[in-house]
């Protein structure tokens, strides 16, 4: 058990890693990054537990510290306290926060999400999928609404000018923009390939 688990373990820290320093776990929007790296920190939580959940979700906001230092976007002072924050000459460490405490929540909840959905949802049993689906859509967008919810009230300031925004309607209103086109891809890929993943893994994983 303890060998198996600690491979598993070692595959979805080898494909954070791998999504995270590749083109392929950040995808530049101009102001903010879209990522999947979500993904595997999800199945990981289901598969292996909350607390391995929990480590790789601060794996990830850990390699969200360095990509944002190495290669800064407009709102990369949210995530790296080594980026001055606009208007400012000097970072914050509340970008810490951001960065890796709602990962590590990300990383947490997926467990007891599938077990109380598949629990109190989902009848049949040996169909597991409509409950994984679901586990992906709601962590995922749990992950938007805390990463961007953050941001806005954190740094509200320069987020406003980041976003060339003059009033608060406006800061919320392009944070649910956010929320709902780039936050909603995201949930829903996390969502199908939670669902079509896991069934296997659990299988794999028993033996």
């Not at 494909?15 to 903010?32: K, Q, R």
Request: glycine fraction near 6%; charged fraction near 10%.
């Amino acid at each position: 058990m303890k060998i198996r688990e600690f491979t598993l373990t070692t595959i979805f820290l080898s494909v954070i890693l791998l999504c995270a320093f590749t083109p392929f776990g950040f995808i530049h929007l101009g102001v903010i990054k879209a990522t999947i790296i979500h993904i595997p920190i999800i199945i990981g939580s289901i598969i292996l537990g909350p607390k391995i959940g929990a480590f790789l979700g601060c794996v990830f906001g850990i390699t969200s510290i360095v990509t944002n230092t190495l290669a800064p976007t407009l709102l990369s002072f949210a995530f790296s306290p080594a980026i001055p924050v606009l208007g400012t000459s000097q970072g914050s460490l509340w970008a810490l926060c951001i960065a890796i405490v709602p990962r590590v929540i990300i990383g947490f909840i997926p467990y007891y999400i599938f077990k109380a959905v598949d629990k109190t949802i989902i009848k049949k049993k040996s169909n597991q999928k409509p409950a994984l689906f679901l586990t992906g859509l709601l962590t995922t967008f749990i992950h938007t609404f805390l990463v961007m919810g953050s941001i806005s009230l954190i740094f509200q300031d320069a987020y406003a000018q980041a976003i060339q925004a003059s009033s608060t309607s406006a800061i919320y209103q392009a944070v649910l923009t956010v929320f709902f086109t780039n936050g909603i891809v995201e949930a829903f890929l996390a969502a199908f390939v939670t669902a079509t993943v896991v069934p296997p893994l659990f299988k794999l994983s028993k033996k």
